[in-house]
């Protein structure tokens, strides 16, 4: 494959995967209420676990591993019942927490706090976080698999090489979309009052109990766990 082909590939990798990172959903919520709270890096952190989430799938789909997609797309609904699970638990925790910057503490995005082990304890936790809740919502991998086939791009996925390329791609345009959010919340956040940080911390946090909710019932109605027994 020639150096242009190899570019050609690496961008249209990069626009499928800012294109399916871009819609606005309980990640980006998740995001951005870390961002208010705990500074830029635990949202970077949690934006970069959903863009390596992206990856995999993206890599599932580039290397047409089918066992694993099957798996998937079999247990779907109780994948995202664990999502939804997750997401209702983030959110009850934001809910019972104070939800608030101090106003005085001029290293809120400070990338080392006091203590570097809390520093790394929050990055890992907002990594995981943006992992776990990203995994367990296999309409990624269908996104994915939808746009290669649709797109005439499956043909083009002739070796690991090329496959390897536009995963690549789909990671760094997840991840560009993730820093551009992460970073348009930090521009906005020091004109933001600690009253009104509060007040979109609750809305967050009910929007996220709401979406956690809502995918535990879907995906009892749609395909129960106790299925899975059978």
């Known amino acids: 494959m020639s ?3 190899e570019f050609s590939i690496l961008l249209m990798g990069w626009f499928i995967g800012l294109v ?3 819609p606005v959903g309980p990640v980006a919520v998740l995001a951005v209420k870390r961002t208010l709270h705990a500074g830029w890096p635990v949202g970077v952190a949690t934006g970069l676990g959903a863009a390596f989430a992206d990856m995999i799938y993206a890599a599932i789909a580039a290397f047409g591993v089918y066992a694993i997609q099957d798996f998937l797309i079999k247990y779907q609904y109780s994948l995202r019942m664990v999502g939804g699970a997750v997401l209702f638990l983030v959110g009850a925790r934001m809910l019972w927490q104070k939800a608030t910057i101090p ?3 001029p290293h ?3 990338p080392l706090p006091e203590s570097i082990d809390d520093n790394i304890h929050r990055l890992m936790r907002g990594f995981a976080t943006g992992l776990v809740i990203t995994l367990t919502n296999p309409l990624t991998l269908m996104a994915f698999l939808a746009i290669l086939a649709n797109f005439g791009l499956s043909g083009k996925m002739d070796s690991y090489k090329t496959a ?3 995963v690549a791609g789909a990671f760094v345009g997840a991840a560009s979309w993730w820093l551009s959010l992460v970073g348009a919340v930090s521009l906005i956040k020091a004109h933001i ?3 009104l940080v509060a007040k979109i911390n609750s809305v967050l946090a009910v929007i996220l109990v709401i979406a956690g909710v ?3 019932v879907t995906g009892y109605f749609e395909k129960p766990l106790t299925k899975l027994l059978h």
């Open 108 to 110: 809120a995005d400070d």
């Open 20 to 22: 399916i990172a871009m």
């Open 214 to 216: 809502g995918a535990i």
């Open 103 to 105: 106003q005085p503490n």
């Open 164 to 166: 390897l390329v536009f």
């Open 193 to 195: 009052s600690e009253t």
């Open 3 to 5: 150096l242009t082909a």
